[in-house]
């Protein structure tokens, strides 16, 4: 097989994305790498402590640290699997009809968020720093940008990236997604949560496919294995954190641009860490809404359209019908007549 440095190099040179880091961890070792420039006005070379943001890869970490100071009581579980029954950027529920889906949102970790601080009696950023970040030695993790971060990138056009200058991200948005960091923590982060076991990883709902415990995927690979991930997509960044327990492996990909996903499964396809992807399946067509997020299917293919709530830039993507939240993108299913869930939200049907 060959090396990580390899397989992200020829990604990288596929794929044109402007800066990607990345690590693995496999039985105790470590390999890292990096490509690319920050546009930043020096031409800076990305290294592999380079920070990115990490998006909603925060997710597990506040899972972690709701787990060390909360009881795991029905609210908890609800707030931290996508199932308190809220809608993606608010506690409102979600329409009728989606009554006990499971629904991506934000919105639950917020509420597990204002938890914390109550439960611990500081703030949220300064309780993950005590309870989290500090214990494991993630001295490059934190929701400051640091030095040196790697810009994130819109896409224009087919090949074309375009610097995001201004992506200050909101306070009260933190527990949901605020997070920086660089590749060795996460992987570091990623070893300490399988060396420590618990009920972050153990599904409490099914959907696209798959299964959600609390702040992570899970599913098994074609051979068996069990693997657990996470990713994370905001102001022109893409980010994957994946664990495969039977294997000790973890790895962590970030990338500074809006089309990175196809990078990150280009270097997990590389690694043979993940099966091959499901053949198409048609949809039920329609246009689907809700709250800003809006989808068109038709056929076999979806066009989806959302707005990034760190920049406010409009974001329109067209991918396959996919019947299973295989990887990044292409994620789809039809939980009941008049729902559709794409983007992992819940969204109704309101037109044809």
Known sequence: MASLAEIVAEAHGRTGVPGVAAALRRD??????????????????????????IASISKPF?????????????????????????????????PAGAEGLWSYSNAGYWAAGRAVEAACGVAFEDAMRERVLEPLGLTATG????????????????????????????????PSGGLWSTVGDLVAFGAAQLA??????????EALGAR??????????????????????????QSLLMLVPEERTVLAVLTNSWRGSGLIRR??????????????AAG????????????????SNVTEIETDPVTGALRSVRYPVLPEATLMSHRVDFPREGLARIGWIVLPRVGP
């Open 28 to 53: 105790g070792e470590l390999t890292a790498c990096a490509n690319g420039e920050l546009v930043l006005g020096s031409g800076t070379p990305v290294e592999v402590d380079t920070p990115f943001r």
């Open 62 to 94: 506040t899972s972690a640290l709701a787990l060390s100071c909360l009881p795991l009581d029905a609210p908890l579980a609800a707030w931290l699997s996508h199932t308190a029954g809220f809608r993606c950027e608010s506690e409102e529920p979600l």
């Open 143 to 174: 929701y400051e940008e640091p030095a040196r971060a790697a810009r994130g990138h819109l896409q224009e056009g087919e090949t074309g990236h375009r610097a995001v200058l201004e992506d200050a991200y909101p306070v009260a948005r933190r």
């Open 196 to 205: 420590a076991g618990g009920p972050q990883f153990e599904p409490r709902a």
């Open 212 to 237: 959600y415990a609390l702040g992570w995927w899970t599913r098994e690979r074609a051979d068996g294995a069990t693997v657990l991930d996470h990713e994370g997509s905001v102001a022109g960044y």
């Open 267 to 280: 270097v997990v396809e590389g690694l043979g860490l993940w099966p091959a992807q499901p053949a198409p």
């Open 284 to 299: 039920v067509d329609g246009r689907y809404e809700l709250d800003g997020s809006a989808a068109v299917v038709a056929g």
